[in-house]
């Protein structure tokens, strides 16, 4: 049977070697899947909220007269609350200065001691008037009027003031206890109105604060997790880096590399004749080794 020359450009032994070997190493880091532990490290992950940042809503729910709240075991994220006062923190303040308005809000800050104060005075009036009138009656011993019709006139008109200055005078003490007792409870209701106002920006300034904090945290957390999960990433493509360096090393020797042809005798098939399976493996393997087919040489 006659032969035919054919000529086959390849590269260098050791280049098809170095292909190969490389396609071996990439064939099975490929075709390996990631474990369950590398995609839990490669996978985004959200940091959970943390103590400060429940405290921070707690108090917040606490403020708005909510209850207890609860938390996922999880995530940290609130999942309810709990039945709570229904009152608002600043609410008992208002409540409170409430009962310091109105007409009747005065009766709670009259002093137990005004009535005492009210009869002492009297007294020392009655007998002051007493002392008054007993001089009524010696200047009328004195003229000789003693008993007389004038006499008799001066001490009803004295009589008449005095009564009527005596009720003036009590009066005006419980007009003076009435004004004390009405201004202490404005004061009162002044006091509990500003505590309403102060309280809420209080707690929210404590809310802020510890909000603050836990979002610090929450920043840190966060950090902490992307930066493991850009290792966990780094340490899975490792491999394909170091991959990717031997491919490019051996594309570089291969550019600069010249192509020796070798001769191999073919022996055509004759009619009806197909190639053996070995033969089909062999072809395969020289085109998926082949560095020209692989680098686009």
């Given at each position: 049977m006659a032969t035919e020359q054919i000529s086959i450009s390849k590269p260098a032994p050791y280049l098809e070697a170095a292909g190969q070997t490389y396609l071996d190493l990439l064939t099975a880091k490929t075709g390996q899947a990631p474990t369950a532990a590398e995609l839990q490290g490669m996978s985004p992950q959200v940091a959970g909220q943390n103590v400060l940042t429940q405290a921070a809503q707690q108090q917040a729910a606490t403020q708005a007269g909510l209850g207890a709240l609860t938390f996922d075991p999880t995530t940290g994220a609130v999942t309810g609350a709990g039945q709570g006062t229904g009152v608002a923190g600043y609410q008992p303040f208002l409540q409170q200065a409430q009962q310091y308005s109105g007409p009747q809000a005065y009766q709670q800050f009259m002093s137990p001691y005004q009535q005492d104060v009210i009869n002492t005075t009297l007294s020392e009036y009655d007998r002051q008037r007493q002392i008054q009138q007993q001089g009524i009656a010696s200047q009328a011993i004195q003229a000789g009027a003693f008993g007389g019709g004038r006499e008799g006139v001066q001490q009803a008109e004295f009589g008449a003031q005095s009564l009527q200055n005596r009720a003036a005078l009590q009066a005006q003490l419980l007009q003076q206890g009435y004004q004390s007792a009405q201004q202490a409870a404005g004061t009162?209701?002044?006091?509990?109105?500003?505590?309403?106002?102060?309280?809420?920006?209080?707690?929210?300034?404590?809310?802020?604060?510890?909000?603050?904090?836990?979002?610090?945290?929450?920043?840190?957390?966060?950090?902490?997790?992307?930066?493991?999960?850009?290792?966990?990433?780094?340490?899975?493509?490792?491999?394909?880096?170091?991959?990717?360096?031997?491919?490019?090393?051996?594309?570089?020797?291969?550019?600069?590399?010249?192509?020796?042809?070798?001769?191999?005798?073919?022996?055509?098939?004759?009619?009806?004749?197909?190639?053996?399976p070995l033969s089909q493996a062999l072809s395969s393997a020289a085109t998926v080794y082949g560095l020209g087919s692989l680098f686009g040489k």
């Open positions: 009162a209701f002044s006091q509990q109105q500003a505590l309403s106002a102060l309280q809420p920006q209080l707690a929210a300034q404590t809310t802020q604060q510890l909000g603050a904090a836990g979002t610090s945290n929450l920043a840190y957390q966060q950090a902490v997790l992307d930066a493991q999960r850009q290792a966990a990433q780094f340490a899975y493509q490792e491999p394909y880096q170091r991959l990717s360096v031997l491919g490019s090393g051996i594309t570089g020797l291969l550019a600069g590399q010249p192509q020796a042809p070798y001769s191999q005798q073919v022996t055509p098939l004759g009619a009806g004749q197909q190639a053996s």
